[in-house]
């Protein structure tokens, strides 16, 4: 596991050091110059293509008390769980959008979401979507197993952040509240079977270079230790979500750009992941400069593509059911964060390929194991 250190002793070896030299202050030409190296990377390891995946929402509820999420247990919000059933109805509909890449996400809540119902839906969609991935709470490595054997192949978990009085601050309630147990996590998966492992911070809670540095240094850490796996990061923003938390530390589109060069620059093979947080126009351009995933036409809700869910919709407050005397029949289940970019996958695909770039829907079958 990452050992415990002060940020500034994480410069400890010269990949580190090459690292936090990429992400210093810089003008605008050697930016430029930033930018074709990542670009010249990118295209050398990944050629002209970008995976496309969707998120499936599950579940929003969830028992943990996080400052800065949309579906935290504090958030008077709508909740729901959808049914094994209504979660093959939003699969089926991603699919027909093209998607064989899927990654479903939930809240922690042992009484909703435990690791049967997810096996169950894991073993519902294997069938039919070829690539299905987890970003769910941590589990035990025996836990991921039986997920692993369903045909799940991927699994993401974010630090949120790698500052620990900062994540002290930002998880007051819950099992998310264990820092070690949550950065311990990709390798728990990872001795379960997972092919694919994710991992990345939530810019907006502590100083970018800093926790692009620790965020580094775990990947570094990772490429030694799941070799055999591939690992990707994200750099998610923080966007608008119910409590209204506001960033503490802003990451400008400007230093965005320059962490994903400085990314590529430093992991040649690690995939980066860019998702709709952010705007059409920064997606656009980062496409030839790092990026090798994108989510495209998402939403952030449960039931959010095909209105699922809705005759279970219920609110909590503080983590207690209240009962409504009236629920108007538009509403939906309350969205993690809101999204940026909302243009429709074919409209994405369409844009990469007027770019030059072929958009990937496909790149995993359980039948290359097979063979």
Not at 13 to 26: C, D, G, K, M, V
Not at 79 to 97: G, P
Not at 360 to 370: C, E, N, P, Q, T
Request: aromatic fraction near 8%; proline fraction near 5%.
């Amino acid at each position: 596991m990452l050992s415990e250190e002060p940020f500034a002793s994480l410069l400890r070896t010269p990949l580190l050091r090459r690292f936090a030299q990429l992400i210093e202050s810089r003008s605008d030409a050697e930016l430029e110059q930033m930018a074709r190296l990542s670009q010249q990377t990118t295209l050398k390891h990944f050629g002209k293509t970008i995976r496309l995946f969707a998120p499936l929402y599950l579940s929003n509820e969830c028992i943990n008390s996080c400052a800065y999420c949309g579906f935290s247990r504090e958030n008077a919000i709508l909740r729901v769980t959808l049914e094994i059933d209504e979660v093959v109805h939003e699969a089926r509909y991603l699919a027909a959008e093209g998607f064989r890449n899927v990654l479903l996400v939930a809240g922690e809540h042992p009484k909703f979401v435990s690791s049967g119902y997810l096996e169950l839906c894991v073993q519902r969609l294997a069938t039919e979507i070829p690539s299905v991935s987890l970003e769910v709470g941590p589990m035990e490595t025996a836990d991921y197993i039986p997920l692993v054997k369903a045909g799940a192949e991927g699994l993401v978990v974010y630090q949120e952040t790698y500052h620990r009085a900062t994540y002290a601050e930002m998880h007051t309630t819950g099992p998310k509240k264990d820092f070690d147990w949550r950065l311990a996590c990709p390798e728990r998966a990872y001795e379960a079977g997972f092919r694919r492992i994710g991992v990345g911070a939530l810019f907006g809670l502590w100083h970018w270079r800093e926790e692009a540095l620790a965020l580094a240094a775990h990947i570094e850490h990772l490429l030694k230790r799941c070799w055999k796996a591939q690992i990707t990061v994200s750099l998610p923003r923080l966007r608008p979500a119910a409590g209204e938390f506001q960033p503490r530390h802003l990451l400008s589109d400007r230093e965005f750009v320059q962490l994903v060069c400085a990314l590529r620059i430093t992991f040649p093979q690690v995939g980066i992941v860019l998702s709709t947080r952010e705007t059409p126009q920064l997606r656009d351009a980062l496409i030839p400069l790092g990026v090798t995933m994108m989510s495209a036409g998402a939403c952030t809700e449960p039931g959010g593509y095909t209105g699922q869910g809705k005759a279970a919709l219920h609110k909590t407050v503080r983590g207690k059911q209240i009962v409504l005397e009236y629920l108007d029949p538009n509403a939906h289940a309350t969205e993690q964060f809101a999204i940026a970019d909302e243009r429709s996958p074919r409209e994405i695909a369409e844009t990469l390929r007027r770019r030059g770039y072929e958009p990937v829907w496909k790149d995993w079958d359980k039948a290359i194991l097979s063979a």
